[in-house]
């Protein structure tokens, strides 16, 4: 795969553009899969598809022949799914969260048994983790789709954020932990 | 018992710990640690986002329909000759124009060159002679001058007119014998001839009487070599002169 993509770069730095279709065609789902992790909106998960792709082609002529595609391009629809965040931060209000009580010690955990109670506790649940992550940083947010939802290594991150790994690991640590703030209490409330 | 830190914890639960077996152990022997590991488990596995929705098969292609518009091709580079002749002649040219020059620089250099500032060895030596000549001739003259008014003026001289002719001799030897070889008659005869008084006067009793001094003046016709001496230093100033007026004309 690697080897192909080199091939068809190099037609497409030839002159060559219709061999870019399908580079698009080869990586296009897994960039839409990661998008969409990271923006949690289809609209915007296509958005950064095709700025993914409008970029990597007119920067193409600077990509290193012996570098891998895949982690280029990654880099790129990391870059392009951080200006659709900033932009959606700005457009929406966070909403108020229940701060932590710290009084609250004891965890105790969801019973596993379904019924209307535990409905209305998992929709809780999920509009609190929507919040908690949008509380999160652009890096932290990043770092922590791709190692907790996209089960990508410390390098891997670090190579797709383009910072060093052991900042890749600690904005995945402050993630973790900004979610545990928020999340807990709804497991003391469970 | 060191318990595990939330890092720890962190990195135990995404497999990335360095010490994995040791955090296994520790988390089955401490039942803290064991307990905590196990809430942050929980916490993180309910931490989901929606599944992506499915893409159909055409996904790619839709994407490439939707840019494919924006996109310029890259130039066709043209393929280059066997010889690259264009690339060739611009280096050689190159090369020509470099030769060039650099032969033009050498024969401005050559034609243009200014003389030295030192001049030849030749010159330099000339200029040397000329002004320990002069330098020769004056301090002679001071001591005809001397030797003179002394013999006019006072009874019996005691000045060092005799140690001055004794170091003036020594000179005088050798310069007459250069001037000798440089074929220079009227130079050589006042030489000679000061070097005739010069022998006298440095073989003379410390205290000339004035009457040694008459002597010395009438036998030896100081104020003739006097005379003799001023035109020659004269002389030996202006060719001096000359020479050090190209010089400067040469550095300017």
Known sequence: MGNDDHVLIRQILAGD???????????????????????ENEADADEVVQETFLRSYRNLGSFNAQAN???????????????????????????????????????QLADSAAGPDR???????????????????????????????????????????????????????????KLRQSLVPLWVKS | MKHLTEEEFIEHYYGEDVYKADAEMHLQACNQCAQAYEELGKLLGSVRTLDPPARSPEYGAQIWQSIQGSLQPYPVKKKRGFFMWPQLAYACACLLFVALAFLAGRFWEHTHRPPSIAGTPQQSRERVVLFVL??????????????????????????????????????????????????????????????????????????????????????????????????????VSQQEKHSQAIRTGVTL
């Not at chain 1, 061999?19 to 969409?36: D, P």
């Not at chain 2, 070889?181 to 000061?194: E, G, I, R, S």
């Open chain 1, 17 to 39: 553009k219709d061999a870019y279709g399908l580079l698009v065609a080869r990586h296009s789902v897994s960039i839409f899969r990661v998008a969409f992790r990271i923006t």
């Open chain 1, 69 to 107: 595609f895949r982690t280029w391009i990654y880099r790129i629809a990391m870059n392009c799914a951080l200006d659709v965040l900033n932009k959606s931060k700005k457009l929406t209000t966070l909403p108020v969260a229940e701060e932590y009580d710290g009084e609250l010690s004891t965890v």
């Open chain 1, 119 to 177: 409905l209305l506790l998992s929709q809780e649940i999920e509009a609190r983790r929507q919040a908690a992550m949008k509380k999160l940083t652009p890096t932290e947010h990043l770092a922590f789709v791709l190692r907790h939802m996209e089960d990508r290594s410390t390098e891997e991150i670090a190579t797709a954020l383009g910072i060093a790994p052991n900042s890749a690991k600690q904005a995945v640590f402050r993630a973790v932990q």
């Open chain 2, 134 to 235: 002069n330098n020769h001739l004056d301090r002679s003259e001071r001591l005809l001058v001397q030797l003179n008014h002394a013999g006019a003026e006072v009874e019996n001289t005691n000045l060092p007119l005799r140690l001055e002719a004794q170091q003036l001799l020594t000179d005088n030897q050798l310069y007459r014998q250069s001037v000798t070889q440089a074929n220079d008659p009227l130079l050589t005869a006042a030489l000679d001839h000061l070097e005739r008084v010069l022998l006298e006067v440095a073989n003379s009793p410390d205290e000339l009487s004035s009457a040694d001094v008459a002597r010395i003046e009438q036998e030896m016709n100081t104020q003739g070599l006097l005379f003799q001496i001023r035109v020659l230093r004269t002389k």
